[in-house]
């Protein structure tokens, strides 16, 4: 694999190509003015065109498939340079507004879910991503031009803030390192200028891993994957509940500095007749006494012989006014295209099925 030119911040950039202003124009190209290849860069001498052809890959993904659902989502599925697929999903949060006279007057806003590897070691057992295992790493490169190609694809302005979540395939905080410098990457602001309060960080509780990116205090907002809330079933649910417990998880995110105009999201998968009773509902509030939390509800979202059933609406809703009428504040994760991409990897099986 050649390595990507969006692997490195506009430092590092400046360290590799002589003379080191250069670095900014050739930034310039990448993320403002989206060029496809090193040759389009005008300004840029011949023979450092030539070196950059020779060392780097502009863009490290192609896309393999798009597939859009009826709420106006995108899911792309894309082919990596050593041809491992992996996938990112555009999902427009708010539908643009217009007054009387046909004026924009609020623009849609969009939130971009990224992968982090190819697969994921943590072998959780409603993940589709789990069952395909652990493949490999992305690169930052690799994250990054998820989000440069989804914005490219989508005509979504170069100075439009979007969102991104580390809540595709892959566990974030097990490749820690890549993740952290595409969260850098991202920050640039001669590039996507994607401030790190625009990143969230979801992860199925790697304690350590969480106190480390605390120490690094970036900016970036924290996920937690919960899902249960007693260590039994977590454990079945989650076999990394064996290494770091709730407990640990919870320890960790009360040392975990953030935004005080933030939270801490918890995401709770619902599972009929498993995880959806009051009972447990109890158990959280109790678990998230003293944390600036909001809980996410999530339908688990059935794929072919599941173990797991889709919670009724009407248990949500149970489960949800529970916790709201306690003094935690809880959502329900409406659209079906965030349900799916929430499960993303099943794009991905979908295609490889297909193609079969
Ligand atoms: N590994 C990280 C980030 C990727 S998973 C993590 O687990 O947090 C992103 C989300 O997809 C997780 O909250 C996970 O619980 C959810 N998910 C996985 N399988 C799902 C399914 N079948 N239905 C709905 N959500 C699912
Ligand atoms: Fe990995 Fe997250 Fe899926 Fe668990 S839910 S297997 S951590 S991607």
């Given amino acids: 694999m050649k390595p990507s030119i969006l692997d490195f911040t506009l430092e590092e950039l400046k360290t590799k190509v002589k003379p080191s202003f250069r670095a900014k124009q050739i930034y310039n190209w ?60 555009l999902l427009p949060m708010k539908k643009e507004e217009r007054n009387e006279e046909g004026k924009i007057t609020s623009e849609t806003k969009y939130t ?50 979007v969102n991104i979540v580390y809540m595709g395939m892959g566990e974030p905080l097990d490749n820690i390192n890549n993740v952290v410098q595409a969260i850098k990457v991202f920050n640039e602001e001669d590039g996507l200028a994607i401030g790190a309060r625009r990143q969230t960080i979801s992860t199925s509780g790697l304690s350590h891993q969480i106190k480390k990116l605390g120490e690094m205090d970036l900016g970036v907002l924290l996920a937690i994957s919960l899902h249960a809330v007693d260590d039994a079933l977590r454990e079945q649910l989650m076999p990394i509940n064996k290494a770091y417990n709730i407990e640990s998880v919870i320890n960790a995110v009360k040392d975990f500095p953030i935004d005080q105009r933030k939270r801490v999201m918890f995401e709770y998968l619902v599972m009929k007749d498993l995880n959806d009773d009051i009972a447990s509902a109890k158990k959280l509030v109790k678990l998230l006494h003293g944390i600036k939390a909001k809980v996410n509800l999530i339908y688990f979202n059935p794929y072919p012989n599941s173990p797991f059933k889709r919670p009724t609406r009407e248990g949500m809703e149970k489960f949800k006014d529970f916790l709201n009428d306690h003094g ?5 994760r409406q659209s079906k295209g965030l349900d799916i991409s929430a499960a993303c990897g099943q794009l991905k099986e979908k295609t490889d099925n297909d193609l079969a």
Wanted: charged share 25%.
């Fill in 112 to 161: 971009i879910c990224v992968s982090s590897q190819v697969g994921c070691k943590i072998g959780c057992a409603f993940c589709l991503t789990a069952k395909e295992g652990f493949k490999r790493n992305l690169t930052a490169g690799e994250i990054v031009a998820q989000v440069l190609t989804l914005k490219k694809e989508n005509n979504i302005a170069v100075n439009r803030r």
């Fill in 30 to 89: 990448i993320y403002v003015q989206n060029v496809n290849s090193f040759a389009e860069m005008k300004n840029i001498p011949k023979d450092l065109i030539a070196s950059l052809e020779e060392e780097y890959i502009l863009n490290p993904l192609e896309i393999a498939r798009i597939e859009e659902s009826a709420d106006g989502s995108k899911k792309y599925l894309f082919r990596c340079q050593d041809e491992y697929t992996m996938e990112a999903v």
């Fill in 328 to 332: 935690v504040l809880c959502t329900i």
